[in-house]
């Protein structure tokens, strides 16, 4: 069983990026990668987590919570940027573990991001459906948003959306990001116009108490407490400082995307300075823009009034104040937010799988590039295909949580990996470093592994059958087709002719 625990050389995984038939272009910008992981951050998400983490969780200090839950992206981030610029090949977290952590390791990841990427697409999709029939409605257009096919209701409005940006990604990635960058160009001011018109109805009074007093949460248990509960017997409350912690394993959400980013580095132009600039840029202004609504939607309402809203939003929170007329702007900035979102994550799915199939451990011909776009037009066409059936039949945002234990997951094992890359091979020229190793990245994989403890029990059970599956497929394919496997048998093979 030693075999599953095989690292692959970092020159083996630059070679790979040179083969020609499985060869990506580099012609992404730091500008691209910032947008990129401004694009992915920014959707529906920055119109409604706060607000929800403020009525159910911590008040007011949810402010807190996202200041938290920035700083622990940051650290992990800070470790993905270190290995991008070491080594810099598709496949984000799973390339990286494949080199510290080991064959298994680095495919539990990918399997692991796998999940991520696409359901995060599929449920993306699916809301961009739903809030393309609300901005119908608040316009005055009256068009279905499903029709019938053989007696089967299919939601067009995913399956439209996600076979455009499959064509434009199978195109050419550079054309894609610059069709991103006017989305969420556009986005961005939205969020701008939406905060400065909010800041005018902001009270001082809403902000006290700023971190209410913890209360009992009634409802949260059995496999719907967090796992942290669930394992303790603690009584589950909301508000107070926990209350405040688990809006920030809440909030984390609104952060996940910056991985993706790492995905392109064999995209990218001068890896080593570009991918660290691009990916701590887009991070430092998708905090600023959260933190900035997060103000504004505790500072406009009272939390206990958000509290007593079916679907708190920042939305609510216009309504309360009388201010009907943002209702539509929030729900065109949610729809072009969606719409770059949706872009990123069918990107990031493809590298991933792109980059485990290059490496055997999904089948081979799935990475073959197309000569003439330079990208995986089959695998990507194939990923937009079933992104599309499962956005358009199912309830793929029940779910939803799963995206975070998924990316939390990823998280915490690149982190860790940072010490181990730099004790076996402290000889490979590094773009970027992260300060106070090891214990910048061990505190970023402790805090990460925090984060999926708050998550529910019942996302915990359902992540172990996901990776029940993964482990199926890898002793039963992927570990006898790994190219880093055969090499190592010919190679031993071929040492025992000669003794």
Not at 266 to 272: C, I
Not at 452 to 459: A, C, D, E, S, V
Request: aromatic share 10%.
């Amino acid at each position: 069983m030693q075999g599953i625990f095989r690292r692959k050389p970092v020159e083996d995984s630059l070679e790979a990026s040179h083969d020609p038939d499985r060869s990506l272009k580099r012609d992404l910008t730091a500008w691209d990668l910032a947008v990129m992981g401004v694009a992915v951050a920014v959707g529906a998400g920055i119109f409604s987590v706060g607000a929800t983490a403020a009525a159910n969780y911590a008040g007011p200090g949810v402010i807190l919570s996202f200041v938290i839950a920035s700083v622990v992206c940051a650290l992990a981030i800070m470790c993905y940027a270190e290995f991008a610029s070491t080594l810099p090949v598709a496949g984000s977290a799973f390339t990286f573990s494949y080199a510290t952590m080991g064959e298994f390791v680095a495919w539990i990841i990918g399997w692991d991001l796998i999940l991520e990427m696409l359901l995060a697409s599929a449920v993306i999709a699916k809301f961009w459906g739903v809030y393309l029939s609300d901005a119908f409605g608040l316009f005055g257009v009256d068009i279905p948003t499903t029709i019938h096919v053989g007696g089967v209701a299919v939601e067009w409005g995913p399956v439209v959306i996600t076979a455009v940006f499959t064509t434009l990604l199978a195109i050419g990635t550079k054309l894609s990001s610059r069709v991103n960058s006017v989305f969420t160009i556009i986005k961005v001011g939205i969020t701008l116009f939406v905060i400065v018109a909010g800041f005018f109805y902001v009270k001082a009074e809403n902000f006290t108490p700023f971190i209410p007093p913890a209360e009992a949460a009634p409802g949260k248990t059995g496999l719907e407490q967090p796992l942290f509960a669930f394992l303790t017997g603690m009584e589950p409350t909301t508000y107070g400082v926990v209350g405040v912690l688990s809006g920030a394993a809440l909030v984390f959400f609104a952060f996940i995307g910056f991985d993706v980013v790492a995905t392109t580095a064999e995209e990218t132009k001068d890896p080593q300075r570009t991918v660290p600039r691009g990916i701590l840029g887009g991070l430092a202004l998708v905090t600023v823009l959260y933190i900035l609504v997060t103000i504004v939607v505790t500072g406009m309402v009272s939390y206990q009034d958000l509290a007593a809203s079916d679907s708190p939003s920042l939305t609510t929170a216009f309504v309360l104040v009388g201010a009907d007329w943002a209702g539509r702007i929030i729900s065109l900035g949610i729809l072009l937010g969606l719409t770059s979102v949706l872009m990123v994550l069918l990107l990031g799915l493809t590298r991933v799988v792109f980059a485990m199939s290059r490496d055997g451990l999904l089948p081979r011909g799935v990475s073959r590039t197309s000569p003439r776009f330079h990208t995986p037009v089959r695998l990507q066409v194939a990923t937009g295909v079933v992104v599309a059936l499962i956005a358009g039949l199912s309830k793929v945002e029940l779910l939803e949580e799963m995206i975070n234990i998924g990316t939390l997951s990823a998280f915490v094992l690149v982190s860790f990996g940072i010490p181990v890359l730099r004790r076996i091979r402290p000889d490979l020229t590094r773009g970027f470093r992260v300060p106070g190793n090891p214990v910048v990245p061990i505190i970023a994989g402790v805090a990460c592994l925090w984060l999926m403890l708050n998550l529910t029990t019942l996302t915990w059970v359902r992540f172990g059958v996901w990776l029940l599956v993964g482990v199926v497929i890898y002793f039963g394919y992927s570990y006898r087709h790994s190219l880093l496997g055969k090499r190592q048998a010919d190679a031993a093979a071929l040492a025992r002719e000669s003794a």
